[in-house]
């Protein structure tokens, strides 16, 4: 049997039209996906994607980011404590092993303590892809625990429609605004849109935490031109700015305490170029480049008092601790790849590209701490008031730079097999090209009734900046994957694939102080690697659909933080980290339009320290997640009624981590929620809709992070019209 050619991938990257909701119906055939670098049916996908499709996203109306992918089996969400900011783990691996792609082009982060966020608005999406377990051959570095690809609605399916939305969102009184434009006419797809949200502190079940608002905006423009069937070439411009507030809703060890970061914006330009059927062998030529800056400014207030504390290696008593912190940070990031796709006789379908990414990082910082207390000095019989202005101004340029080649290979097999098999090389250059610091205005020392001594100069001469340094790493990482399809909606995988992430510029070089705490670089840092083994299968009946996952995650030079000293941390490899577990959607449909479904993870993982912890299960992640309901689907000629009642929920998650040579536990009990929505759609097309939800029924207090609680029981609707 020949393989098909794929001239139509285009048309997944030029095309879309509206945008997403929770991910029941990955599973069911003609869901096409790119996952493998080029459009593929999900039942012939050796891997385990979740995907959220534009029907999904029409069924139900969502006003967060965080939304449109919950739900998928082996995600889980992280806010730490700042709403409206979503990053993602992927089958317990932290946030920073899951690249964040949009619409292939990855959003990169190197100043921060939590990771890549989401930084796109939910109306602009038209699908999201998440790819489970390390994507390293395919989509590079930081792809060890997967990827979140979010590709965004382009032209229309006339010459001209107009999409507008709202929204409303009760766990912040929330309200979201969206527009666009967009059409496709005489070979030309072009697209305009723009959106506004404006959130209120959070609601949670005990009160409404002050300082946890947010607001975002976002605008977008897209054009496309189809010069033959065969070729296309387009550009596009997108811009997002949100100004997001953290606060906690435990104040009883700070006296005042605010993270603001206002704003992060982010700023992309790119253009494509692509060509289909060049000849008989040459199935199609892919060229992409972009340009993208981020820039975030943040502020960090924390203000605590004490009868005593060890600061710096000095008993104080009676003291009291103010910090100001003032960050901007500045990444600009290019990127260009190429692609070619080759038809190499009956039975092969070779992906070759290479490609180039370099993120720039600009960062400026300004430090203000004042630290005050009774102090008894070496000698001295009484204590005696001491006050310390270690205050700092720091600025620094680094760069991380990535140069790849990779090979993909789908080959048909005997017996109805497909093997899917491939390799990449990549060359990933770190470094921290300057850093200077100097003490600040008004620093110094003031002991009793001595005269106040300034520090004035290096501010660095330490080393607790970060440091001057340049380091390379290099890997070629491989995976091999086969899919059986003998029996008429079934298909059977087996993967084997492995993971390559290199250290950012913070992990190996930087310190950072957010939010409380201080996190030290290591130029010593070993790049993490890992090896994941999966065995899977997917139905698509008539009226049963089922996809499952048994999955095996070795991950050697693990790269985590450990407590140094107080409140201060230093990323270090650990030995070995080891994931396993299984995951399972699957739903029904009954007679009279009733569906019950459900999606879940079953995950277990260890961590190697050695040292005095040794070896623990406790790693901060829910041993089970799941989503369990009964959806309902009624088409009553004029309109379509659909409605949703379903129960979603986590178990306990336990943490042991060394600090100050000792064994810390923490704990954060279980939660299982009550939800409902309801919908309909109107008009011959069911261009109009409104939805509507109320989340966590009983208003159950949890969490999903350590930082804030989500919020308590809330509504959300949402109207959406196309014209």
């Known amino acids: 049997m020949k393989l098909t050619r794929i001239s139509a991938a285009v048309l997944t990257v030029c095309l879309g039209s509206t945008a997403a909701m929770a991910a029941q119906d990955v599973y069911t055939k003609g869901v096409e996906v790119t996952a493998?670098?080029?459009?593929?049916?999900?039942?012939?996908?050796?891997?385990?994607?979740?995907?959220?499709?534009?029907?999904?996203?029409?069924?139900?109306?969502?006003?967060?980011?965080?939304?449109?992918?919950?739900?998928?089996?082996?995600?889980?969400?992280?806010?730490?404590?700042?709403?409206?900011?979503?990053?993602?783990?992927?089958?317990?691996?932290?946030?920073?092993?899951?690249?964040?792609?949009?619409?292939?082009?990855?959003?990169?982060?190197?100043?921060s303590m939590s990771g890549t966020p989401i930084l796109i608005d939910p109306s602009a999406v038209e699908r999201v892809e998440v790819i489970k377990g390390p994507a390293s051959v395919l989509y590079g570095s930081d792809a060890i625990g997967g990827v979140i690809n979010i590709i965004t609605k382009k032209g229309g399916k006339k010459p001209v429609q107009l999409d507008v939305g709202v929204g409303y969102n009760g766990a912040g009184d929330g309200f979201t605004e969206n527009a666009s434009v967009s059409g496709s006419y005489n070979g030309f797809n072009y697209r305009l849109s723009g959106s506004y949200a404006d959130f209120g502190d959070l609601r949670t079940p005990d009160k409404t935490i002050d300082g946890t608002d947010y607001d975002t905006r976002s605008g977008s423009i897209f054009l496309s031109y189809d010069f033959t069937d065969d070729l296309t070439m387009g550009i596009s411009a997108d811009y997002f700015e949100g100004n997001f507030n953290t606060a906690t809703d435990d104040m009883s060890s700070y006296d005042d305490f605010a993270v603001r970061i206002q704003p992060w914006k982010r700023q992309k330009f790119a253009f494509f170029a692509d060509a289909t059927n060049l000849n008989e062998y040459w199935a199609r030529l892919r060229f992409d480049a972009y340009t993208q800056k981020t820039d975030k400014k943040m502020q960090n207030i924390v203000a605590q008092s004490g009868a005593s504390v060890i600061y710096d290696g000095m008993d104080l008593t009676n003291y009291k601790f103010n910090m100001d912190n003032h960050a901007d940070n500045e990444i600009k990031s290019n990127g260009v790849s190429v692609q070619t796709e080759w038809q190499l006789g009956e039975n092969n379908y070779l992906i070759a590209g290479v490609g180039f990414d370099s993120d720039k990082l600009d960062s400026s910082t300004t430090n203000d701490i004042n630290v005050s207390g009774m102090y008894q000095m070496p000698g001295m019989p009484v204590r005696v008031p001491l006050e310390v202005r270690p205050g700092s101004i720091t600025t620094l340029d680094g760069e991380q730079?990535?140069?790849?080649?990779?090979?993909?290979?789908?080959?048909?097999?005997?017996?109805?097999?497909?093997?899917?098999?491939?390799?990449?090389?990549?060359?990933?250059?770190?470094s921290v090209d300057s850093l200077n610091s100097v003490y600040a205005p008004g620093a110094g020392i003031q002991v009793g009734d001595y005269k106040d001594v300034p520090l004035t100069g290096d501010a660095n001469s330490d080393g607790s900046k970060g440091t001057v340094g340049e380091e390379s790493n290099s890997k070629a990482v491989f995976n091999f994957g086969l899919v059986w399809r003998g029996i008429e909606d079934l298909s059977l995988r087996a993967t084997w694939a492995q993971g390559f992430r290199a250290p950012t510029i913070q992990e190996k070089f930087l310190t950072s102080s957010m939010g409380g705490g201080t996190e030290i670089g290591n130029p010593n840092l070993d790049p993490e690697t890992s090896d994941n083994f999966e065995l899977g299968a997917r139905y698509s009946g008539e009226r049963l659909n089922l996809d499952f996952a048994a999955f095996l995650n070795l991950a050697d030079d693990y790269i985590t933080t450990k407590e140094v000293s107080a409140e201060t941390y230093q990323y270090y490899n650990v030995g070995k980290a080891t994931t396993y577990g299984v995951e399972l959607s699957a739903s029904y449909d009954l007679p009279y339009g009733f569906t019950p479904y459900t999606s879940m993870t079953w995950l277990k993982r260890k961590f190697e320290y050695g040292g005095i912890i040794g070896d623990t299960y406790d790693t901060n992640t829910p041993e089970f997640m799941y989503r369990a309901g009964v959806r309902y689907e009624k088409d009553f000629g004029i309109w379509t009624l659909t409605a949703d009642t379903y129960a979603r929920g986590a178990t306990e998650r336990d943490y042991e981590y060394e600090s100050r040579g000792a064994v810390v536990k923490t704990h954060h009990g279980g939660y299982t929620t009550a939800n409902f929505e309801v919908g309909a759609a109107f008009g011959d097309e069911r261009q109009y809709s409104v939805n509507a939800a109320v989340l966590n029924i009983f208003d159950k207090k949890y969490y999903i992070s350590d930082a804030l609680p989500e919020a308590g029981v809330h509504a959300v609707v949402t109207a959406n019209a196309r014209f």
Do not use: C
């Not at 969502?62 to 889980?76: A, C, H, K, N, Y």
């Open 36 to 111: 493998t670098r080029v459009t593929r049916d999900l039942m012939d996908v050796p891997m385990s994607v979740g995907v959220v499709t534009e029907d999904d996203i029409k069924k139900s109306g969502v006003t967060t980011i965080g939304e449109l992918i919950q739900d998928v089996p082996g995600v889980e969400l992280q806010n730490d404590g700042t709403p409206g900011l979503i990053r993602v783990s992927i089958r317990g691996e932290g946030t920073m092993r899951s690249t964040i792609l949009i619409d292939g082009q990855r959003i990169s982060e190197h100043k």
């Open 401 to 430: 730079s990535s140069y790849y080649a990779f090979l993909s290979n789908e080959t048909m097999l005997p017996a109805n097999f497909t093997a899917n098999y491939g390799v990449r090389y990549t060359y990933v250059k770190t």
